[in-house]
T-cell receptor
């Protein structure tokens, strides 16, 4: 059963530290999304890529967040420096655009706590 | 600004009851509406709706879309404790990128 894989599952670190979250999309999917979920804001789109090219990162604080897709099997979301308000669950999802009726599939998320 | 509103935000019922969850939206360039179920981890896909009035069904769950009134409902009949979860509604905007706008979710609790 194809799955989106995210690592690490949990991360606790002190403010000011760099945090890198990784995502392996479902093989064959051409679009990758990064979301952040908090109790207050719900699920918010941070950035997404199609065919490894960044399409939209307007949901991301640009001064500290960066998203890349170095190859088709790996997407990364980096926070540097991290702040306590970045504490949230970060989800990666992948999909196949250009095909009607194909939903996004989510990974299990990275639960990030910044102390 | 695109908006997806779910109601109620929280619902507690007894096992065996039937529940109806609501989702209304205001989105430019609507393409489809999706329902996801979120337990402890990843949201898992339930339904994708693109046409008005056509019910989608999977076991005890069903959903329908009204594109004129801009809403959708998710029905669960004969609820079980395993149905306890957060149910998320999302609307996909057109443009080919599958960009989703999510509602706040409905937290459903089924008591035995």
């Amino acid at each position: 059963d194809a799955r989106v894989t995210q690592t690490p599952r949990h991360k606790v670190t002190e403010m000011g530290q760099e945090v890198t979250m990784r995502c392996q999309p479902i093989l064959g999917h051409n679009t990758v999304f990064w979301y952040r979920q908090t109790m207050m804001q719900g699920l918010e789109l941070l950035a997404y890529f199609r065919n490894r090219a960044p399409l939209d990162d307007s949901g991301m604080p640009k001064d500290r967040f960066s998203a890349e897709m170095p190859d088709a099997t790996l997407a990364t979301l980096k926070i540097q420096p991290s702040e306590p308000r970045d504490s949230a669950v970060y989800f990666c999802a992948s999909g196949l655009t250009g095909t009607q009726g194909q939903p996004q599939h989510f990974g299990d998320g990275t639960r990030l706590s910044i102390l | 600004e695109d908006k997806v509103v779910q109601s109620p935000l929280s619902l507690v019922v007894h096992e065996g009851d039937t529940v109806t969850l609501n989702c209304s939206y205001e989105v430019t360039n609507f393409r489809s509406l999706l329902w996801y179920k979120q337990e402890k981890k990843a949201p898992t896909f339930l339904f994708m709706l693109t046409s008005s009035g056509i019910e989608k069904k999977s076991g005890r769950l069903s959903s329908i879309l009204d594109k004129k009134e801009l809403f959708s409902i998710l029905n669960i009949t004969a609820t079980q404790t395993g149905d306890s979860a957060i149910y998320l509604c999302a609307v996909e905007r057109g443009g080919g990128a599958q960009k989703l706008v999510f509602g706040q979710g409905t937290r459903l609790t089924i008591n035995p």
